[in-house]
């Protein structure tokens, strides 16, 4: 069976669609594409045609003890936010998911509402209680701004493993004897591992990009990797930032890939996509 | 007997019920206290400095009072005076007195010299009283305006700040504009919203034929395209600003290329303009609109477009009338999203924008960093959050909570 012929208008609106579609594919894919060749370029200015290939920025980049300890403070303070973030996340997650606990829609709207308040309004309030506890200028305070962005990624892609999860697996696990902790550690944590690992991710992804509480909360020597590129922009843009964009870049799409990884795994376990 | 077991088995129930639910209100409340220390306290802090007054009260605590007292008709008793003026030269040392003449210089500009000069110049004892001595400093004390501006200082809490983040004042008759020269939070309220506008016009027209395309595709071919979507959605923010930087500046990667085919003679101005705000905003969150446009249009069955056409609807027709508004829901909850998110912008602007393509949040940054005139930060920062709340409201009913971000 063949399906009427559409319409020759129909075909082009479809193809016009299709290739205002692609066009955009293209505006949103190429910027960055762009500026890899860039940042293998043997010369110092930033536009094609290239004069030759090198890896002089990305040395340039490496040798420079500026780049290098922002990249150094951002790998740290990454590190805190994913480990912080995890922890309470995974816990309260746990929480969330026993229908016992009271008020439970109010709780996940609290815990989830740093994503939607603006992050400059955020850091304002930050920059009043925090300079108040001695906390600005210190590694400390950034480690507990980014926790607070991070955190709620966390508890919905816990939230999202645990949704499909059976509370009566426990109770067979206890009925079999397993102390409770056995029970979470060979029961619990292997379903929800996928949503704990992408939540882990999300946060180090937020910390690692963050920039606007960096600049409102840290002093010279908490300076971020996205502090440093920020400034540097501000004056002027040279190839080695380009080096260093390329790196972060390479991090952050490896991410990406282990996030989509990750889904696919979980939808694999609860028994194919909901 | 079997009445006793029972209540005895239902008592024991409750008690483990009860025990479940502090167990799982245990594992919520680490995340809970943390968040009170991050988020509400800041928040808190940030809402009661918008409206919280404390400099003269803290300089000069007995005039404050006094002031308070006072009805504000016709020049204040000289007991205010002999107050003023004796806690005025203790406070000279002080950081108090800073603090005080720069929250008076914004009733008026000019007030801040007053005070300090008054502060610095005053020395008991008054041989012809108080009042001629503050007055022989400057006349200005003989005036009424000056007190009129300390009474309103005197209070606890003011509308100043949230007055002024709207170009709005406290007159002798009621709230009144701000002179227009002074007039700059408006026009940057209105530029915000409109390059948010702008943008979320720019994503909606861009994302609805990638999400249209993505949602006809078949399911693998879907799989990638979403990851061209999702490529730049991981690329750091800072990292597709240095792209822009480096494609749209005098000598970037477009000019370069117009230039060297001829088609303009010299370099286009292209970054630090409102089109380069447009373009990179746009870059930006195009994928928050075409994430929920796409999650809508793959849950509309086709079937329902192929009924159409069998009861004879020409495809535009079934598109418009069957197709359109059930994308409705996604095409609201996209431009929200995007629409929230934009208006917080202000590394984007910062960077590829000039001086008159700054947004709301560049002005909170301004005062909480550049001049640390919090009480200004914490009304803008009021004002935003309410913005965001209102059109946060309007999202949440549309789609839930929690998918922010997340696509």
Redesign the interface.
């Known amino acids: 069976m063949t399906r009427p012929a559409e319409p020759l208008s129909a075909r082009l609106a479809r193809r016009v669609n299709t290739v205002i579609a692609i066009l955009t594919l293209v505006f949103l894919a190429a910027p960055v594409l762009a500026i890899v060749p860039l940042s293998f370029s043997a010369g110092s200015f930033l536009t094609y045609p290239l004069p030759g290939l090198s890896l002089r920025w990305y040395s340039d980049f490496l040798s420079s003890p500026l780049w290098t300890r922002a990249l150094g403070t951002s790998l740290l303070l990454g590190a805190g936010t994913t480990l912080a973030a995890t922890t309470l996340g995974t816990l309260a997650a746990l929480g969330l998911a026993n229908s016992r606990l009271r008020l439970r829609g109010v709780l996940m709207a609290l815990i989830v509402s740093p994503m939607i308040v603006p992050v400059v309004v955020l850091a304002v309030g930050m920059t009043f209680v925090f300079s108040a506890a001695g906390l600005t200028n210190s590694l400390l305070g950034l480690l507990l701004a980014h926790t607070t962005l991070a955190v709620p990624f966390v508890v919905i892609t816990v939230t999202a493993t645990l949704s499909g999860f059976d509370p009566g697996l426990l109770r067979a696990a206890a009925s079999l004897g397993a102390p409770p902790l056995a029970a979470f550690r060979r029961v619990v944590l292997p379903l929800i591992a996928p949503g704990l690992l992408s939540g882990a991710v999300f946060a180090f992804a937020t910390s690692f990009d963050e920039v606007v509480l960096a600049l409102f909360l840290s002093g010279p020597a908490q300076m971020t990797l996205p502090k440093q590129m920020f400034l540097s922009l501000r004056e002027t843009i040279s190839p080695t930032l380009l080096a260093a964009a390329v790196l972060m870049t390479l991090v952050s799409t490896s991410l990406l890939l282990a996030i989509e990884l990750l889904r696919r795994r979980s939808a694999r376990l609860r028994g194919g996509e909901r | 007997m079997a009445a006793d077991a029972t209540t005895a088995l239902r008592r024991r129930l409750m008690r483990a019920?009860r025990r479940?639910?502090w167990?799982?209100?245990?594992?919520?409340?680490?995340?809970?206290g943390?968040?009170a220390?991050?988020?509400a306290?800041?928040?808190?802090?940030?809402l009661w400095?918008a409206v919280a007054d404390p400099e003269l009260g803290a300089a000069l605590p007995r005039t404050a009072a006094l002031l308070r007292a006072w009805n504000g008709a016709g020049m204040p008793s000289d007991t205010v005076f002999a107050a003023a003026t004796e806690e005025l030269a203790r406070a000279a040392q002080d950081k108090a007195a800073g603090l005080l003449a720069k929250r008076l210089n914004y009733e008026e500009p000019g007030y801040r010299t007053l005070i300090l000069k008054t502060a610095n110049r005053l020395s008991p004892p008054f041989a012809q009283g108080p009042r001629a001595a503050m007055e022989a400093i400057d006349p200005r004390w003989g005036e009424r305006a000056i007190w009129l501006a300390m009474r309103r200082a005197a209070a606890p809490v003011t509308g100043f700040y949230l007055l002024a983040a709207l170009d709005l004042q406290q007159g002798e008759q009621g709230v009144v504009a701000v002179p227009a020269e002074r007039a700059i939070f408006r026009i940057v309220l209105g530029r915000t919203l409109g390059i948010a506008a702008a943008t979320t016009a720019a994503c909606l027209a861009?994302?609805f034929?990638?999400a249209?395309?993505?949602a006809r595709a078949p399911p693998r071919r879907a799989g990638l395209?979403m990851?061209?979507?999702?490529?730049?959605f991981?690329?750091?923010?800072?990292?597709?600003?240095?792209?822009?930087?480096?494609?749209l500046?005098e000598?970037?990667?477009i000019n370069?290329?117009l230039t060297g085919l001829g088609l303009t003679g010299q370099p286009l101005p292209l970054l630090y303009s409102r089109s380069a705000v447009l373009i990179a905003m746009t870059?930006v969150l195009?994928?928050y609109m075409i994430l929920p446009l796409y999650s809508v249009m793959r849950s509309i069955p086709p079937v329902y477009l192929r009924a159409a056409a069998s009861l004879g609807a020409?495809?535009?027709a079934a598109?418009r009338r069957v197709f359109l508004p059930q994308c409705l829901p996604g095409i609201a909850a996209g431009s929200l999203l995007v629409f929230?998110l934009a208006?917080?912008y202000?590394?984007t602007p910062?960077?590829v924008g000039g001086a008159a393509d700054q947004m709301i949040?560049s002005q909170?940054?301004f005062y909480?960093?550049g001049t640390a005139n919090?009480g200004m930060?914490?009304a803008l920062?009021a004002v935003?959050?309410a913005a965001?709340?209102i059109l946060?409201a309007a999202y949440a009913r549309l789609a839930g909570?929690?998918v922010?971000?997340?696509g």
Do not use: C, K, N
Not at chain 2, 227 to 232: E, I, K, T, Y
Not at chain 2, 239 to 246: F, K, S, Y
């Open positions: 019920e479940a639910r167990r799982a209100f245990a594992l919520v409340a680490p995340l809970l943390f968040l220390f991050t988020f306290v800041p928040l808190a802090s940030m400095r861009l994302g034929p990638v249209l395309l993505l395209l990851l061209l979507v999702l490529l730049p991981w690329t750091p923010l800072l990292v597709r600003i240095a792209a822009w930087i480096v494609l500046q000598h970037g990667v370069d290329t870059h195009l994928p020409p495809p535009f598109f929230i208006i917080g202000y590394i910062a960077l949040s909170i940054a909480t960093i919090w930060a914490a920062s935003l959050l965001t709340l946060y909570i929690g922010l971000r997340l």
